[in-house]
């Protein structure tokens, strides 16, 4: 079974963030293949490394990270979304002549192409969001 | 065919849409905020009792718990945790959230 995971939420919103990361945790254990997941919309906030939450509480950007460097998770970031947002990667910055980038490590830009090429390839596609 | 329902039905109408749309057969889970239209007695308990003639209705454990309504949930939703969560959508050809 082969999973697209959709976020369209920002972390520390509601929950869709946080039940994501769980529901993607579950698919993993499960011994099911998270093909990508996607973050679109507001759900590109999930990605910038600058997040600093307080240190009791969960980093939600950091634990997606680390899940995709323990499973080796393919996390694409809408570039356009992800432009209104002010998320960017190096590239990105330049392209787009500004003074810094913020991608967390894990992530990579893309496009919506991705999202369905994740829905046609994938088994399900799950979406959270707001 | 799987429907997931994030949002309370005293908050929005995705709960009632939802039901509306739902073939017989098809299963619903409530998670999140959505888990409050799983409290007994409450104003729309009716009517999704009345739905669960038709249909399978399941709540999020742990969403239910951290709203502290294990003990109000209504005799005939099902309880699962993340792993069921999974395996519902396994288990149904099509997801779809109703956001």
Partial sequence: ?130 | MLHIVNKSPFDKNSLESCLSCASDGSAVLLYEDGVYGAIKGSTYAEKLQSAMSNITVYALEPDVKARGIADKVIDGIKLVDYTGFVELTADNEVVNSWL
């Fill in chain 1, 1 to 130: 079974m082969k999973y697209t995971i959709q976020i369209n939420e920002g972390p520390y919103t509601h929950q869709a963030s946080d039940s994501a990361y769980n529901f993607t945790k579950a698919v993993l254990e499960k011994g099911y293949e998270v093909f990508r997941v996607f973050f679109y919309h507001d759900g590109v906030n999930n990605a910038t490394r600058l997040t600093t939450p307080p240190q009791d509480d969960r980093n939600v950007v950091n634990r997606w990270s680390e899940l995709a460097a323990a499973h080796d998770l393919d996390l694409v970031v809408c570039v356009a979304a992800a432009q209104r947002r002010g998320i960017a990667d190096a590239e990105e910055s330049q392209r787009n002549g500004k003074d810094a980038d913020n991608l967390a490590p894990g992530f990579r830009i893309s496009g919506l192409g991705q999202l369905i090429e994740g829905g046609i390839i994938s088994d399900r596609l799950v979406v959270f969001g707001d």
